[in-house]
């Protein structure tokens, strides 16, 4: 008895897909955004003439990169609450998303910030510019230049990673599809759709990073 | 009283003691000239002129007051003593004139507007008025180093460091960099510069200093100094280089 196919069996539950689609992406722009934020100032922490902060850091990076996504999930969802932190599912996504994020992207920044010509500061240094003038003005941005590519992979693999989200029932992606499935028995069509979404939703995402990248570090004259 | 002096200065990295006790007074108007072997410590020296390297032991007094290594201390030193390096390091994803613009505006407030005509100005000193759009990579070695020129100048130091700013460069393009170098010295500015250009020290300069093993080993006049060398050092530095 062979199986018979019926992609038609998804197409009365397109809504809940299409929720799922908007839902990913809206915890991976916030994910994205706060996420980069995050590791942006965690290099900069990592260069810090102070140890301990140095070091604080470093235990963050090493713990959230040696440690499961779903693990760091269930910790802050199921977890947290026990230290009177109770957070709905899309907080706990979305919280889970930038930690992770964070994480990985303050390595990435931190290879870029190393990247820059020591002559540079020494440079911006004999102009009697500050540690962080310095690194705003004359550092972040050729340092994000070199690793964009390497971040944008990064937050590509955030947002396919955010379909973890759905085991503490956060309504995304595969939130949806695991629903669908549930209903209707059709797992082959549902996730061979899913799938499909999944690869579109990624090359979308990989031009849109392009094409930002492209705008952030196009030679525009400030005079 | 000087403009800058220094005194017993010593430096060392880790076992490697590169300054032993350095004395020495920068006046101002003053061109001088720091002359050794590689290793003899006269970059070191002119890189703790601007505290970019921080001394063991000693002082450095600019205009009177005593430099510490907090980081104050640290820019207020640097915003009387400009440093002009090897390799350029002029911020790539600036224009020249970005470049020249921008420590004037973040480090000093001025408005936009000042900070470009200061920057045009110095542009045009260094003659580069129709460079002042081209970035870093669109310019020769030799062209850059003179915006990285225009760039010190324009904060207006009192004493401007200069780290081998030749070295660097193809032969064609040496002269265009110490032409400028030599119209600062002839309009007052106080100089300090590490070279191996013998000729150009001893035309330029007011004073050679010669270092040897981290100590100033002979100073004076450079026609002096090169016409007869006190040391046996110095000597056969001189003489191997002729």
């Not at chain 1, 994205?32 to 003439?49: K, N």
């Not at chain 1, 911006?124 to 690194?135: E, G, N, P």
């Not at chain 2, 400009?82 to 224009?95: A, D, I, S």
Request: neutral net charge.
């Amino acid at each position: 008895m062979a199986y018979k196919f019926d992609f038609g069996a998804i197409v009365p539950h397109w809504e809940l897909l299409l929720d799922g689609v908007i839902l990913t992406t809206e915890l991976t722009v916030i994910g994205a955004v706060v996420g980069v934020g995050l590791g942006i100032m965690g290099a900069w922490a990592r260069a810090s003439r102070t140890p301990v902060i140095s070091q604080i850091v470093g235990v963050y990076v090493e713990l959230i990169r040696n440690t499961p996504f779903l693990i760091q999930l269930f910790f802050i969802f199921f977890g947290l609450p026990a230290l009177g932190v109770k957070l709905t599912e899309l907080q706990a996504a979305v919280l889970a998303m930038i930690v992770n994020l964070g994480a990985y992207s303050t390595e990435i920044v931190r290879a870029g910030i190393q990247a820059v010509p020591h002559g540079q500061i020494e440079a911006a240094q004999s102009l009697a510019m500050s540690r962080l003038q310095i690194f705003r003005y004359v550092i972040i941005l050729p340092a994000l230049q070199k690793i964009w590519p390497a971040l944008s992979s990064q937050i590509v693999i955030v947002m396919l990673g955010s379909s973890v989200c759905s085991q503490i029932a956060a309504e995304e992606l595969t939130f949806g599809a695991n629903y669908i499935q549930a209903l209707n028995f059709r797992a082959f069509e549902v996730y061979f759709i899913v799938t499909g979404i999944y690869l579109v939703m990624s090359i979308l995402l990989r031009m849109v990073l392009k094409v930002l990248g492209n705008y952030l570090f196009e030679r525009r004259r400030h005079v | 009283m000087s403009l800058v002096e220094l005194h017993a200065i010593h430096k060392s990295f880790g076992e490697l003691q590169v300054l032993k006790g350095i004395n020495l007074s920068i006046d101002e108007g003053q061109v001088i000239a720091l002359i050794g072997k590689s290793g003899s410590g006269k970059s070191t020296l002119l890189r703790t002129i601007n505290g970019l390297e921080v001394i063991d032991d000693g002082a450095i007094i600019v205009d009177g007051k005593k430099i510490s290594d907090r980081d104050a201390d640290l820019l207020g030193l640097r915003l009387q003593v400009g440093m002009v390096f090897q390799q350029f390091n002029l911020f790539p994803h600036y224009t020249a004139l970005e470049n020249v613009m921008l420590s004037p505006q973040v480090v000093k407030k001025q408005s936009k507007a000042d900070a470009r005509k200061v920057a045009e100005e110095m542009l045009i000193k260094v003659g580069l008025a129709d460079k002042m759009m081209h970035y870093p990579d669109q310019l020769s070695g030799g062209q850059q180093q003179r915006v990285a020129i225009a760039r010190a100048l324009a904060m207006k130091p009192k004493v401007l460091l200069c780290d081998e700013v030749t070295s660097a460069l193809d032969p064609e393009l040496v002269n265009e960099v110490l032409a400028v170098v030599r119209q600062l010295a002839e309009e007052g500015m106080t100089l300090v510069m590490v070279t191996h250009e013998m000729r150009f020290a001893r035309e330029v300069c007011d004073k050679l200093v010669f270092m040897h093993q981290g100590r100033i080993h002979e100073t004076g006049d450079p026609e002096e100094v090169f016409a007869s060398p006190k040391t046996p050092e110095l000597s056969s530095f001189v003489g191997g280089l002729a």
